[in-house]
């Protein structure tokens, strides 16, 4: 099983930053990618910005210039640096991870519990 808990969050005003990290652990063979997700309500889940393990970064349109997303390989953590937030930025933020299983390396998506973002005007 693999866990991911995630940090950071919280309220901040329009035009100031948040930082969200996420740590996985458990039995991990390989990591092959992490990212983040955010639904805001009445709304879908959508993917804010992804890493594959040694690939480049991908971003949504939304947050290109202003999010920068980091995978740090030995410790098994992702972080969201994010800045010049807006109001539309709110929402949950959620934490991904596409991992090989330790024994029997088959791949499979696991998730965060969830961080709540909000951005005041």
């Known amino acids: 099983q693999v866990q991911l808990v995630e940090s950071g969050g919280g309220l901040v005003q329009a035009g100031g930053s948040l930082r969200l990290s996420c740590a996985a652990s458990?039995?991990?063979?390989?990591?092959?990618?992490m990212g983040w997700y955010r639904q805001a309500p009445g709304k879908q889940r959508e993917l804010v910005a992804a890493?594959?393990?040694?690939?480049?970064?991908n971003y949504a349109d939304s947050v290109k210039g202003r999010f920068t997303i980091s995978m740090d390989n030995a410790e098994n953590t992702v972080t969201l640096q994010m800045n010049s937030l807006k109001p539309e930025d709110t929402a949950v933020y959620y934490c991904?991870?596409?991992?090989?299983?330790?024994?029997?390396?088959?791949?499979?998506?696991?998730w965060g519990q969830g961080t709540q973002v909000t951005v005041s005007s």
């Open positions: 890493v594959p393990s040694g690939g480049s970064t």
């Open positions: 458990g039995l991990i063979f390989k990591i092959n990618a």
């Open positions: 991904h991870a596409d991992v090989s299983s330790w024994y029997t390396h088959i791949r499979a998506d696991y």
